[in-house]
T-cell receptor, first 112, second 112 residues
């Protein structure tokens, strides 16, 4: 079945440093979604990328979708302690609904 | 608009028992998906219901079942509980096809 690989699993950064997490799929994706889960919380939708080569920004967060629509990345500039949490990418498993395959997540820890 | 609600928030059961979890989606959302989250396996898709019909099913044994009512509220049932069923069960609602998913706070199930 479809697999979405996400690296790294964990990342410790000093506050103010940048952070990037990557997602890769062996198959072409129709779209990719990104979610953030704070410790003890539930996943919260961040963004959806649909077009090949798409780049979207949300304040300090930059999301990219690869040209081949097989990979994606999330980059955070100048991390803050509020960025702490696990970031997941997720992609539709099929074209018949909302079944998502989630990446394993990258847990971001920020040292103040 | 009220978010996705799940009840109960916490459950402790013993092996062999059965459990029913409930999810109320955001008003107007007809798609309800269920996910199991564990430290070892991450977020795994259980099933999706749309307009009272199961639209997608993940790779879980038949002990896991669900249903959706005419008001879009959904329930999932796990029979003959096993220790490995201990997890956070998340419900997510969506407006329609390939849209962002709004997750509820989850039900933390512990099987002893």
């Amino acid at each position: 079945g479809q697999q979405v690989m996400q690296i790294p699993q964990y990342q410790h950064v000093q506050e103010g440093e940048d952070f990037t997490t990557y997602c890769n799929s062996s198959t072409t994706l129709s779209n990719i979604q990104w979610y953030k889960q704070r410790p003890g919380g539930h996943p919260v939708f961040l963004i959806q990328l649909v077009k090949s080569g798409e780049v979207k920004k949300q304040k300090r967060l930059t999301f990219q979708f690869g040209e081949a629509k097989k990979n994606s990345s999330l980059h955070i500039t100048a991390t803050q302690t509020t960025d702490v949490g696990t970031y997941f990418c997720a992609a539709p498993t099929n074209n018949a609904g909302n079944m998502l395959t989630f990446g394993g997540g990258t847990r971001l820890m920020v040292k103040p | 608009k009220a978010g996705v609600t799940q009840t109960p928030r916490y459950l402790i059961k013993t092996r062999g028992q059965q459990v029913t979890l409930s999810c109320s989606p955001i008003s107007g959302h007809r798609s309800v998906s269920w996910y199991q989250q564990t430290p070892g396996q991450g977020l795994q898709f259980l099933f999706e219901y749309f307009s009272e019909t199961q639209r997608n099913k993940g790779n879980f044994p038949g002990r896991f079942s669900g249903r959706q009512f005419s008001n879009s509220r959904s329930e999932m049932n796990v029979s003959t509980l096993e220790l490995g069923d201990s997890a956070l069960y998340l419900c997510a609602s969506s407006l329609d096809f390939h849209n962002e998913q709004f997750f509820g706070p989850g039900t933390r199930l512990t099987v002893l």
